[in-house]
């Protein structure tokens, strides 16, 4: 993303957010727009494939703490137009130093990864102001040049609830930018290969003289990449990738959690002209299963005992992802009261694994037999009643 892109573009507005908006605010606000604009959602939808690609630049550069405060920065430096004043020399006087923002983005297509990024190889704005003003200190050695790195790429996948807690490995068939394989992403004709740029000598920068000092900018002969295409691949057009679908195993690891994001470096759309790749994320859903549960590290399930069983304790019997396992529950047990299974939860990255929390609840039958009624009647008389000398007490004042 060039730096022109940052001062045309409101990012904040984009996700739909407030400049002082906190990380997990644009994060909550990046994942429900791209739930919705997502291209297998809106098969054919030309616009929200297009909305879709700026929310994920926006969120690019609005997640990354340092890219965050460059962008900040830069805004409110033009936003005031302290760029120009200082451009004329102190106190806005001409004569100071010779050009604007104009001559610094001069000639630039400011599409997205299109030809205006690759001039500045990628680097940030902040970058280009550290050549600009460095006396004549930063030549083409001082940064190298080259061609640009490709964009990251972020899809979503759904998993079962089972595979999520214990790890698995699928294949993940995605329709996105890949290396070339006619010209294997040097942009070439096969049987031809790329030259060293002749006019920065494959710097990708060149320097010019402004009276006393001088600062470097990106070769315009091969747009800061260092060489140049005299017969472009048919199949590409010189630019080193095509759009094509390609299928990725990929490995899921135990314990992964809905909404984690999974990194692959490098699986992302490639560079221009055999530049490094992009990355891939992963955006992590999971099915809810019918009877487990997950907090943190823990599975929890819920379980009904009938009134003997709570009064008079029972072994019971109860299912885990792994299999079965039997618990004891104490005689005068309450009506949600939660049992342990040690290490039958969600594996750990240490080896371990967390438990299995059973909640027992105590259901009450509707209807029963006559013999069960006097047992309960008999059983009524025997048994002390609830304490509830604290309500009587209540109940007297207020009477």
């Not at 600062?215 to 260092?226: A, D, H, I, L």
């Not at 939660?338 to 694994?353: E, I, M, N, P, S």
């Amino acid at each position: 993303m060039s730096s022109k892109d940052w001062l045309e573009k409101d990012f904040y507005a984009v996700l739909g957010v407030n400049k002082s908006a906190s990380s997990d605010e644009i994060k909550k606000s990046y994942r429900k727009l791209a739930r919705e604009l997502h291209p297998d959602r809106n098969p054919g939808n030309a616009e929200a494939e297009e909305r879709f690609k700026a929310v994920s630049e926006a969120y690019d550069v609005l997640s990354d703490e340092r890219k965050r405060r460059e962008y900040d920065e830069m805004r409110s430096l033009f936003g005031s137009g302290a760029f120009r004043r200082n451009a004329r020399g102190a106190g806005g006087q001409p004569g100071g130093y010779p050009f604007d923002v104009s001559d610094i983005f001069g000639g630039m297509g400011g599409q997205p990864g299109g030809a205006g990024d690759r001039r500045f190889g990628g680097a940030g704005f902040s970058d280009l102001f550290s050549s600009i003003f460095s006396g004549g200190g930063a030549g083409p050695a001082a940064r190298p040049r080259g061609p640009a790195r490709g964009r990251d790429v972020e899809t979503e996948v759904m998993l079962d609830f089972g595979d999520a807690v214990h790890g698995v490995t699928l294949p993940l068939t995605l329709r996105a930018p890949g290396v070339c394989e006619t010209c294997h992403g040097d942009g070439a004709k096969p049987g031809t290969q790329p030259r060293a740029c002749p006019q920065c000598h494959g710097a990708g920068v060149v320097t010019r003289n402004q009276g006393s000092f001088s600062f470097s900018e990106p070769c315009r002969e091969c747009q800061g990449v260092g060489t140049v295409v005299d017969e472009k691949c048919p199949e590409c057009r010189g630019t080193g990738g095509v759009t094509k679908t390609r299928t990725l195993n990929v490995r899921f690891p135990a314990g992964v959690a809905d909404g984690q994001r999974i990194r692959l470096a490098g699986r992302g759309e490639p560079g221009e002209r055999g530049g490094p790749a992009g990355d891939l994320y992963v955006l992590v859903k999971v099915r809810d299963d019918e009877l487990f549960g997950r907090n943190g590290d823990d599975l929890t399930l819920t379980v009904p005992i009938t009134f003997a069983e709570a009064v008079l304790g029972a072994d019971l019997r109860v299912p885990t992802l792994d299999g079965a396992v039997t618990l004891r529950v104490p005689p005068g047990t309450p009506s949600g009261r939660t049992l342990r299974a040690r290490g039958k939860g969600v594996a750990r990255r240490d080896g371990q694994a967390g438990d299995l929390l059973v909640t027992v609840e105590v259901v009450v039958p509707g209807h029963v037999s006559d013999e069960a009624r006097e047992a309960l009647e008999t059983f009524a008389a025997q048994t002390p009643p609830a304490a509830r000398e604290h309500l009587d007490a209540r109940v007297r004042r207020v009477s």
